[in-house]
Nanobody, 114 residues
Framework: VQLQASGGGLVQAGGSLRLSCKASGINFSISTMNWYRQAPGKQRELVATSTTNGAADYADSVYGRFTISRDNARRTVSLQMSSLKPEDTAVYYC?????????WGQGTLVTVSS
């Protein structure tokens, strides 16, 4: 199983970024896909979830600003982040549960400057 995340970078507050995560080694179309983030000195937190029926769920802190989407044909889950705030600065990880264990991408750093 591999989860390859990309798209992080430095952006000013109020700006936008799009993260992508390409999965291999799993049956992507029947896998719930998640984005987590971990800010310096803080615990990793769940940001957004994309279920197999296309439903999405978000942390309160990002609701209305972030959008998770999936492309089953490309085995990719994306996170469109808008109206970014300095407190969104973190390493973002894609994640899924497969064969009863969690799998993590390598993380991509998002830095939002004020």
């Amino acid at each position: 199983v591999q989860l390859q995340a990309s798209g992080g970078g430095l952006v000013q507050a109020g700006g936008s970024l799009r993260l992508s995560c390409k999965a291999s080694g799993i049956n992507f179309s029947i896998s719930t896909m998640n984005w987590y983030r971990q800010a310096p000195g803080k615990q990793r937190e769940l940001v957004a979830t994309s279920t197999t029926n296309g439903a999405a769920d978000y942390a309160d802190s990002v609701y209305g600003r972030f959008t998770i989407s999936r492309d089953n044909a490309r085995r990719t889950v994306s996170l469109q982040m808008s109206s970014l705030k300095p407190e969104d600065t973190a390493v973002y990880y894609c994640n899924t549960l497969y064969r009863m264990r969690p799998w993590w991408g390598q993380g991509t750093l998002v830095t939002v400057s004020s």
